[in-house]
C-alpha cells in the first residue's frame, strides 16, 4: 500500500481532502497532496491516497502520525491559518512514517474509536494548504522564541563567574514587562485565547512533567492556559497519555508542542472548554 | 527655519506651564511645602526609606542615598538632600510636564501616595497624566504576599559561595497560580557583556558595576539556580500584609531601571531586599547591623528576628533530586543505569524486562535526569537529545510517576553565626603560647555542620594574634584574606573535582625559626566517602611563598595532601598529612589532628595536635582553643 518515498522537500500535505469512502469500508478516506513528490520524476507531484479503515496494512506508526496530523488538523473549529505551525506536523508525520517508533497505548480499538469520533469532523474539504511563509509574522514565527527546541543547551547564559559574583543579567534589562505585537513577545511568549503562554523557557522542565504526569512545569502550563485547579490533573492525566502526540520528536518545538496540545484537548469531553 | 521649529513647541509648553492653571497650583503647592517643612515630613523615617537615604553616623544632619542615579531624583542635589528632594517632588507631582509615562504621578506612586497620606493632597489639583506602562505592569503583578528566596551555596563557584537572596511576589492563596508564574525581584549588577571575567569579579567586589532592580518570573530563577547553577532554594513566605505588599510593589515601580551602587560584601542583593522590606513595613530596622557585610544567610535571620517569616519551604535543586534517585535505587540497577546513560538507548534487553513496572519506572526517570544534569552548562547535543526524548517517550508509558522523598536539611539561617571569635592555648616545640583569633566569615570544615553544607570551607578575612607566654611579646600568627575548601565525594556516578585555596600571611617554621610569610597555596584532587559520614581525600598542592631566607624571595613550591573528615554528633575531626618541597630545597611535612567538641550552636572546644618535620628539626604543637560564634 505505502510503496513511494516522502521526503521533506516534497511539501506533502500540502492540501489535504477527505475523498469519501472510496473502498466501501465505511469511512472517509483521505487525499493527501504532494506537489513535489519525486516518485514520478523531480518535483512531479503526487497525490497520495490514505485508507482509514485498512489499519492492518498500515504500520502502527503511520496510523498514528496520521491519527496526529488529523487531530490538530482537521478537527479544529479554527481557521487552519491560526495554527501557528503547519511545517511542524508535516515533518512530524514524515518522522513517523520513517521512523520505528513503537507506541503500545494506540491499540486497534482506541484508533477504532477514534476514527469513530473524526468521521463526524470531516465533512467537506477542509484545505490545510497554507504556504509556509504565511506564519512568518503570526504568533508563534520564528522570531517569536517559538523555535527553541526541546533540550536547547544551557550554555548560553553567559559568563558564570560573572553571574555569580553581581547577580546580575546581561541581557536587555527587564522588568516583568512583556512587549512585542502580533501576541508575541522578546521573551517567547505566545498568546492563548488571550493569555500569554510562556512554553519555550520551560520547554524541557515541562517535556519532562508530561512524561512523568505531574510536576510543576505541568502545574504552571495549566495556569497559564486557564485549566481550572479542579480540572488539573485530568489536565496533567491527558497531556501524560498524549506525550509522544505533544513531543513527537526531541526536534519539537515549542509552537509545535502547544498546537499540537490544543488538538488534544479539542478532543478532550472536559479540557474542550479551554480552548477556546 | 530650523530653530523656528524648534522653539515653538518649547514656547508653547513654557506658557502652558504658566498658564492659570498651574499658577492656582503653584500657590497651594508653596502651602504643602511649607506644611511638608513645618512638621519636618522630610525626617520622616518612611520618606528617608523612599530616598534610600542614610544618615551619616557622625555627621547627623548629613544624608546621602544609596541611589546612584541621577533620573530618580527631581532635586538637583536630592541625593544628599532628602528636604530638598521632597520638595522637588511635591512641584513635580502638580507639573503638567512631562505628560504621560513620564510624570512624576506615573514615575512616582509610592511617594505620591506617601505625601498625599501625609499631607492630605487634594487630588482634583492635580493633573491627569495617562501612566500607561505602569498600568500594564501593575496587570502583570500579582502580588498579595511576598517570599524571601534564598538560593543556597554553590561551593564550586567562589563567588556564589555566600548564596543570594531574592524576592518573590505571589498572588492571593485562593488564586489559581503556579509560583512558577511569580514574579521574582532580584537586585544584581548590570554587566556589559564585554567585560572579561577577571575584571567582573574585581568590579563586582569593588562597586564598580551598578546594580539594578529586575523582575522576571520565578521560573528563571528555578532554572537558574536548581537546575543550571545546582543550587538548593529556601523560600521563606513572609508575612508582610496585602497593604504593605502593595507599598512595597509601587516603590518598586520607582526604581525601574534606577541604579545604585553594588558591592558584592556590603551593599549586594541582601542588603536592597532589606530596604524593601524596609520600605514596605515601616518601623522594622533590618539594614543597620550590616555595615561591614551583609552575608545572605545573616540576612535571613535578620528577617526571621524582626518576626517576618511565616512558613518555610525547600526546593531541591536537580542534582538534590537526582543524587535522591540513585540513593533510592536498588543497588543492583546500578550496572542498568550506567548502561543506559553509556551505551544506545536499549530498554528490551532481557534485565530491564525482568523487573517490576516500577522499578523499570525508576530507571528510566533516573537516566534521564542523570543524562540532563550530565548535559547541563553545554549546547545542544542531537545525539543526548534524541537520547533524552526516547527516555521521557519511554517513561511516558508508565503510571504518574512518583516524587522522590527528600528530606530537607537544616536550614541555613539555623547553622552557627557568621563571625568567629578564638581563644586559645598551645604549646609549640616546648614554648607556650595564648592565641586571639577573629574571623569576618564563614565556616570550616570542623565548625558545627548543622545548616552548612558538608566539605565547604569557606573563609574570608580572618586574623590571628599569638603571645608567647615566657616573653610577653604579642605578634601576628596568621591573616588570611581567602582560605577556601570544597570536598565533594565522588560517587559511581558523580566524579566531581575537591579543591582549595587560600592566601595571606602566615608565620611558619623556616630555616631556624618561626616566620611571617606571604602565600598563595591551592591544590586540587579527589574526595571518596567513607561509612555514612566520613570523607577521605588526596590532592596535589602547590604553594607561592615569600620569605625572607629564600635565596628568591619568591618561592613555588610542590606537594601533595591527604587527610580524612569525621562527622559525628559530638563534633567533627579531621586529620591531614600534608609534604611540600620548595624549589630552593626547603621541605615542610606536617601531620595533624583536630577534634572539634559542640557545646552549643555558636559555642565549641577544639583540639589540635601537629607534629612538622623541617630539614633541620621536627617537633610538636598541641593546643586547645574556644570557638565562639557571633
Redesign the interface.
Known amino acids: 500500500m505505502f510503496n513511494g518515498i516522502l521526503n521533506s522537500e516534497d511539501h506533502f500535505d500540502a492540501a489535504i481532502a477527505s475523498i469519501g469512502d472510496l473502498n466501501n469500508s465505511h469511512t472517509v478516506d483521505l487525499a493527501i497532496g504532494a506537489p513535489l513528490d519525486d516518485n514520478g520524476g523531480l518535483d512531479k507531484g503526487a497525490v497520495w491516497i490514505l485508507f482509514l479503515d485498512e489499519p492492518d496494512t498500515r504500520t502502527e506508526c503511520e496510523r498514528d502520525a496520521l491519527l496526529r496530523f488529523l487531530r490538530i488538523g482537521n478537527c479544529s473549529n479554527q481557521h487552519p491559518a491560526s495554527h501557528p505551525s503547519l511545517r511542524a506536523k508535516k515533518s512530524r508525520l514524515l518522522t513517523c512514517f520513517y521512523r520505528y517508533?513503537l507506541r503500545?497505548?494506540y491499540t486497534l480499538a482506541s484508533y477504532t474509536s477514534w476514527r469513530d469520533k473524526m468521521k463526524k469532523c470531516m465533512t467537506g474539504i477542509i484545505l490545510l494548504g497554507i504556504s509556509s511563509t504565511a506564519f512568518a509574522e503570526a504568533p508563534g514565527g520564528p522570531n517569536c522564541g517559538w523555535g527553541n527546541?526541546?533540550?536547547?543547551?544551557?550554555?548560553?547564559?553567559?559568563?558564570?563567574?560573572?553571574a555569580?559574583?553581581?547577580?546580575?543579567?546581561?541581557g536587555n534589562?527587564?522588568?516583568?514587562?512583556?512587549s512585542g505585537t502580533n501576541g508575541c513577545s522578546t521573551n517567547g511568549t505566545l498568546t492563548y485565547g488571550g493569555r500569554e503562554i510562556?512554553m519555550s523557557?520551560?520547554m524541557?522542565?515541562f517535556?519532562?512533567d508530561?512524561?512523568?504526569?505531574?510536576g510543576?512545569?505541568m502545574?504552571?502550563v495549566?495556569?497559564?492556559i486557564?485549566?481550572?485547579?479542579q480540572d488539573r490533573p485530568a489536565f496533567?492525566?491527558t497531556m501524560?497519555?498524549n506525550?509522544?502526540v505533544i513531543?513527537p520528536?526531541?526536534e519539537v518545538t515549542a509552537g509545535e508542542a502547544m498546537t499540537a496540545m490544543h488538538g488534544i484537548m479539542q478532543n478532550d469531553e472536559l479540557l474542550v472548554k479551554y480552548t477556546v | 527655519m530650523f530653530l523656528k521649529y524648534i522653539l515653538l513647541p518649547v514656547l508653547a509648553s513654557l506658557l502652558a506651564s504658566t498658564s492659570a492653571a498651574a499658577t492656582g497650583n503653584s500657590s497651594y503647592i508653596r502651602q504643602l511645602v511649607q506644611r511638608a517643612d513645618d512638621s519636618k515630613l522630610w525626617q520622616h523615617r518612611e520618606w528617608l526609606n523612599l530616598g534610600h537615604y542614610r544618615q551619616s553616623k557622625i555627621f547627623t544632619s548629613s544624608y546621602s542615598s544609596a541611589v546612584d542615579d541621577k533620573r530618580f531624583f527631581y532635586s538637583g542635589n536630592g541625593e544628599t538632600s532628602p528636604r530638598a528632594e521632597l520638595n522637588a517632588t511635591l512641584a513635580a507631582l502638580f507639573s503638567e510636564q512631562p505628560t504621560g509615562n513620564e510624570h512624576a504621578l506615573c514615575r512616582s506612586p509610592a511617594r505620591y501616595d506617601w505625601l498625599k497620606q501625609h499631607l492630605q493632597i487634594d487630588a482634583t489639583r492635580l493633573p491627569k497624566p495617562v501612566c500607561s506602562d505602569y498600568i500594564e505592569w501593575r496587570s502583570h503583578i500579582h502580588a498579595e504576599s511576598v517570599t524571601l528566596v534564598f538560593p543556597t551555596y554553590q561551593l564550586n563557584s567562589p563567588s556564589s559561595m555566600f548564596g543570594h537572596t531574592l524576592l518573590r511576589l505571589d498572588p492571593a492563596d485562593d488564586e489559581n497560580w503556579s509560583d512558577w508564574l511569580s514574579y521574582a525581584v532580584n537586585f544584581g549588577a548590570n554587566i556589559s557583556k564585554d567585560d572579561n571575567s577577571l575584571f567582573y569579579a574585581w568590579k563586582g567586589l569593588t562597586g564598580g558595576y551598578p546594580g539594578q532592580f529586575i523582575v522576571m518570573p520565578y521560573y528563571e530563577k528555578i532554572k537558574e539556580y536548581n537546575r543550571i547553577e545546582k543550587r538548593d532554594i529556601w523560600e521563606y513566605r513572609l508575612n508582610l500584609q496585602p497593604a504593605e505588599v502593595e507599598l512595597l510593589v509601587t516603590h518598586l515601580w520607582e526604581l525601574k531601571d534606577i541604579n545604585f551602587a553594588y558591592y558584592f560584601f556590603t551593599e549586594n542583593c541582601s542588603y536592597r531586599l532589606l530596604e524593601l522590606i524596609e520600605v514596605a513595613r515601616p518601623g522594622i530596622e533590618l539594614t543597620d547591623e550590616f555595615v561591614i557585610t551583609a552575608i545572605p544567610a545573616d540576612t535571613i535571620r535578620s528577617v526571621e528576628d524582626a518576626g517576618l517569616v511565616e512558613s518555610t519551604s525547600f526546593r531541591p535543586s536537580q542534582e538534590t533530586v537526582t543524587k535522591q534517585m540513585i540513593a533510592d535505587l536498588p543497588e543492583d540497577d546500578y550496572t542498568l543505569l550506567e548502561a543506559f546513560l553509556e551505551q544506545p538507548l536499549d530498554s528490551q534487553t532481557a534485565e530491564f524486562l525482568s523487573l517490576d513496572e516500577a522499578r523499570q519506572q525508576a530507571l528510566l526517570a533516573t537516566s534521564y535526569k542523570m543524562l540532563r544534569l550530565r548535559q547541563n552548562r553545554k549546547p545542544r547535543d542531537p545525539e543526548t537529545a534524541s537520547k533524552s526524548h526516547q527516555l521521557l517517550e519511554q517513561l511516558s508509558h508508565y503510571p504518574q510517576a512518583p516524587d522522590p522523598v527528600i528530606t530537607p536539611p537544616v536550614r541555613p539561617e539555623t547553622g552557627h553565626l557568621s563571625k568567629q571569635l578564638t581563644l586559645g592555648a598551645l604549646e609549640r616545640d616546648g614554648h607556650g603560647y595564648s592565641e586571639l583569633g577573629m574571623r569576618m566569615s564563614y565556616h570550616d570544615l570542623e565548625d558545627n555542620e548543622a545548616g552548612y553544607m558538608r566539605g565547604a570551607q569557606i573563609n574570608i578575612i580572618g586574623m590571628v594574634l599569638r603571645r608567647r607566654n615566657s616573653t610577653g611579646t604579642v605578634f601576628l600568627q596568621s591573616a588570611n584574606f581567602a582560605d577556601v575548601f570544597s570536598l565533594t565525594p565522588r560517587s559511581r556516578f558523580f566524579t566531581p573535582i575537591s579543591w582549595r585555596v587560600r592566601g595571606g600571611v602566615e608565620r611558619v617554621y623556616s630555616d631556624d625559626k618561626d616566620r611571617l610569610v606571604g602565600h598563595v597555596s591551592g591544590g586540587g584532587g579527589y574526595a571518596w566517602p567513607l561509612l555514612e559520614d566520613g570523607t577521605v581525600y588526596s590532592l596535589l598542592t602547590g604553594r607561592l611563598e615569600a620569605n625572607s631566607t629564600f635565596t628568591h624571595k619568591l618561592e613555588p613550591a610542590l606537594g601533595a595532601a591527604a587527610g580524612g573528615l569525621y562527622h559525628s554528633t559530638i563534633g567533627t575531626g579531621r586529620t591531614e598529612i600534608n609534604a611540600e618541597k620548595f624549589t630552593g630545597g626547603e621541605y615542610r611535612i606536617n601531620f595533624s589532628l583536630t577534634q572539634n567538641l559542640l557545646l552549643s550552636r555558636n559555642n565549641a572546644l577544639q583540639i589540635k595536635f601537629k607534629r612538622e618535620w623541617h630539614n633541620n628539626k621536627d617537633f610538636n604543637e598541641v593546643g586547645l582553643s574556644y570557638n565562639f560564634f557571633f
Open positions: 517508533m503500545a497505548r527546541m526541546l533540550f536547547d543547551g544551557t550554555s548560553g547564559l553567559g559568563n558564570h563567574m560573572l555569580s559574583t553581581t547577580n546580575g543579567t546581561s534589562a527587564t522588568f516583568g514587562m512583556t510562556v523557557p520551560i524541557d522542565e517535556s519532562e508530561v512524561a512523568r504526569g505531574h510543576d512545569a502545574d504552571a495549566a495556569v497559564m486557564g485549566i481550572e485547579p496533567a492525566q501524560h497519555e506525550f509522544a513531543f520528536s526531541e
